[in-house]
């Protein structure tokens, strides 16, 4: 435990509210020993003037990604299922702003999937998957829907 954590002070009596003599503080054991001999008030108080006093470790965390140089790039769509989007929305004569209503998006959403720049996202693979009728994810992407498995 280092001084700054705690404080034993030595003195006649308790300061308490600052009235009463000044308080010494001890930095030893063997000056410890002497007040307790002499008969002197022992007090240890704890200091919390630091300001990770919970002994958190979450801003180490931070600050070990901060100095992290790796960049991750997020996933990207497979090419393959932005094919299969376009094929079958041409097949059933929709436009991107159709599909889009459709599902409930935005054709800017249906025009990065199909070009595959978006960032896979199940819910939306799902509403495709069930609007167009052809598999987007997984094995067979482009199969219809509830196709025979083949073995």
Known sequence: MSDWDTNTIIGSRARAGGSGPRANVAR??????????????????????????????????????????????????????????????????????????????????????EAARAIPNQQVLSKLERALGVKLRGNNIGSPLGAPKKK
């Open 28 to 113: 030893s054991q063997g000056q410890i020993n002497a007040a307790r001999r002499q008969g002197l008030v022992v007090s240890v108080d704890k200091k919390y003037g630091s300001t990770n006093t919970r002994g958190d470790n979450e801003g180490q965390r931070l600050t070990k990604v901060d100095r992290e140089t790796d960049i991750v790039k997020p996933k990207k769509l497979d090419p393959n299922v932005g094919r299969a989007i376009s094929r079958a929305r041409t097949d059933k004569k929709m436009s991107q702003k159709d599909l889009a209503t459709k599902i409930n998006e935005k054709p800017t959403v249906v025009n990065d999937y």
